[in-house]
């Protein structure tokens, strides 16, 4: 079976741009969740979506978006890019027909802000 | 709000040689996870607990959770080189689906 994939695996913006993240999911999963990891802060949720539907968000500003599509693949953008937002963007699927199953991780993408 | 600890944050022991990574919830969770993660690469799932008491083991690697008392603790044995990465716990927090990590254990297995 295939991983989750995430694309593009690497990218290089500018302040105040703009960027979309895509995750395709483990084939069979529902939801799909997304973390940033940065050396400070660690792993911080963004927001979760299962059919098309956002359960959870984490404690992130207005500039960070996602959603999901009927087939489960998901984006997320985040809008006037900051300094800080560069970040590597993990994206997990899990089948979570109950809440404990074991969420799958990408690869990441890698997003630098200059 | 659930946090998350963990410790120690960075663990440099020899081979052969057996350890305990400890992490600790503040609220309450009966579902906690064990993530690896080497340098550059994605997070790899190695545990999953569901139920207080539960036991797992995989290799060199044994999970355990307690939920009474907030802990679960990964145990090294006899560890190895091939160990060396950064070490994640992970909480669900209860009625949601959103995973709090703790700051990650940089174990380092020197030959």
């Known amino acids: 079976k295939a991983g989750v994939t995430q694309t593009p695996r690497y990218l290089i913006k500018t302040r105040g741009q703009q960027v979309t993240l895509s995750c395709s999911p483990i084939?069979?999963?529902?939801?799909v969740s997304w973390y940033q990891q940065t050396p400070g802060q660690g792993l911080q949720f963004l927001f979760e979506y299962f059919s098309e539907t956002q359960r959870n968000k984490g404690n992130f500003p207005g500039r960070f978006s996602g959603r999901q599509f009927s087939n489960s693949r998901s984006e997320m953008n985040v809008s006037t890019l900051e300094l800080g937002d560069s970040a590597l963007y993990l994206c997990?699927?899990?089948?979570?027909?109950?809440?404990?199953?074991?969420?799958?991780f990408g690869p990441g993408t890698r997003l630098l802000v200059l | 709000e659930l946090k998350v600890e963990q410790n120690p944050l960075f663990l440099s022991m020899q081979e052969g040689k057996n350890y305990t990574i400890y992490c600790n919830y503040s609220?309450?969770?009966?579902?906690l996870y064990w993530y690896r993660q080497d340098p550059g690469k994605s997070l790899e799932s190695l545990f999953v607990l569901l139920s207080n008491g539960a036991v797992k083991q995989e290799g060199r690697l044994m999970a355990s959770l307690d939920t009474k008392a907030r802990l679960s603790t990964l145990h090294i044995t006899a560890a190895v080189h091939d160990l060396s990465a950064t070490y994640f716990c992970?909480?669900?927090?209860?009625?949601?689906?959103?995973?709090?990590f703790g700051k990650g254990t940089k174990l380092s297995v020197i030959p």
């Open positions: 997990a699927s899990s089948p979570l027909t109950s809440r404990g199953e074991t969420q799958y």
């Open positions: 084939s069979g999963h529902r939801s």
């Open positions: 609220t309450t969770s009966d579902r």
């Open positions: 992970a909480v669900l927090r209860a009625g949601s689906y959103q995973l709090t």
